[in-house]
T-cell receptor, first 112, second 114 residues
Framework: DGGITQSPKYLFRKEGQNVTLSCEQN?????MYWYRQDPGQGLRLIYY???????QKGDIAEGYSVSREKKESFPLTVTSAQKNPTAFYLC???????????FGPGTRLTVL | GQQLNQSPQSMFIQEGEDVSMNCTSS?????WLWYKQDPGEGPVLLIA?????ELTSNGRLTAQFGITRKDSFLNISASIPSDVGIYFC??????????????FGKGTHLIIQP
């Protein structure tokens, strides 16, 4: 079955540690995105990539980093520089040039 | 970033009632999307709109792309218990470029009383 997978579903980390969230898709989509969702809020764009080896900052990129070495994978690293990292993180993908984005199941990160 | 004003913030309705929610912005959008999110899950795409004035249905759901390109609404007819969830509007700003990230509203929380 085609789709987007994110792992793990729940992640706990100590303050000051970097953590990497996984996102994989087998939809053959060129574009991939990372969003952050806080309680009662909409989704806010962190980073996006329209093609392998290229990515752009979104509205809230500070304290995050990404890589796009493969078409299928777009991992997000939450660094210790992110002041408030506890949130629900959502990965999405789309066909290049199309605005319909399809989302993974999300990873809930809790920093203790 | 740009903001979408989504209303109402929450709705408490009886099963079988019709539902209406909308999104507005001061900016022009070239795409409007409506998503539904269940607790702890990723949003699921319901309807995509690409042309000003476009009216599109998906079962009991109907959405319209406003003529001014600055608003959109979603209607749900004859609500059922599984309609419970958070509905988000999302838009792609008119920039002439490729598919960048979407701008999301803060969501409408739909609660259905049996």
């Amino acid at each position: 079955d085609g789709g987007i997978t994110q792992s793990p579903k729940y992640l706990f980390r100590k303050e000051g540690q970097n953590v990497t969230l996984s996102c994989e898709q087998n939809l053959n989509h060129d574009a991939m995105y990372w969003y952050r969702q806080d309680p009662g809020q909409g989704l806010r764009l962190i980073y996006y990539s329209q093609i392998v080896n290229d990515f752009q900052k979104g509205d809230i990129a500070e304290g995050y980093s990404v890589s796009r070495e493969k078409k299928e994978s777009f991992p997000l690293t939450v660094t210790s520089a992110q002041k408030n990292p506890t949130a629900f993180y959502l990965c999405a993908s789309s066909i290049a040039g199309y605005n319909e984005q399809f989302f993974g199941p999300g990873t809930r990160l809790t920093v203790l | 970033g740009q903001q979408l004003n989504q209303s109402p913030q929450s709705m408490f309705i009886q099963e079988g009632e019709d539902v209406s929610m909308n999104c507005t912005s001061s900016s022009i959008f070239n795409t409007w999307l409506w998503y539904k999110q269940d607790p702890g899950e990723g949003p699921v795409l319901l309807i995509a709109l690409y042309k000003a004035g476009e009216l599109t249905s998906n079962g009991r759901l109907t959405a319209q792309f406003g003529i001014t390109r600055k608003d959109s609404f979603l209607n749900i007819s004859a609500s059922i218990p599984s309609d419970v969830g958070i509905y988000f509007c999302a838009g792609q700003l008119y920039s002439g470029g490729g598919a960048d990230g979407l701008t999301f509203g803060k969501g409408t929380h739909l609660i259905i009383q049996p």
